[in-house]
């Protein structure tokens, strides 16, 4: 009786990243406050950028109803996006980004690589064909 139990638990959890399984789902992990930590740009880290939402200290909000917020530091000025959505794709794996930030738009897909209540790992290509990685960690307290 215990495996059975056991095994219908581990089925009905979900795989971020794979094989390493969560009773809680992704839509309940993703939200929070995130701090891009980490940036790699073609498979080079880099500590700052012109792009300020993949900057290392970045702070990304993310709210439960798929609207979210975006803080940075950018030329000593501190500001907060104006317009900023996502929405989750547990299945594929992806999240689509929508928002405007320091005068720029960004719109893109990125595949989790990870997703826990601590780490949220993205990777995506961008218009003129980089590759970024933003490794972002939880601020949040549980």
Known sequence: MIM????V???SCENYPE???????????IVGAWQVSHTYLNG???????????????YYYMYADH??????????????SSFATYILDPK????DFNFSFFGKR??????IMRLSRKEFFIEFDDE?????????FSRSSY
């Not at 080079?44 to 970045?58: C, F, G």
């Not at 594929?92 to 999240?95: E, G, Q, W, Y």
């Open 128 to 136: 003129y064909g980089d590759h970024w990685r933003l490794e972002l």
């Open 9 to 11: 638990a581990l089925t």
């Open 92 to 95: 594929a794996k992806t999240i």
């Open 67 to 80: 609207v979210m917020s975006l803080t940075g530091i950018h030329n000593g000025e501190l500001r907060q």
């Open 19 to 29: 094989g390493v399984p969560s009773f809680f789902s992704s839509e309940y992990r």
């Open 106 to 111: 960004y719109v893109f897909t990125a595949n």
């Open 44 to 58: 080079e880290e880099i500590d700052s950028t012109d792009y300020v939402a993949y900057s290392p200290t970045t």
């Open 4 to 7: 059975v139990l056991s095994a």
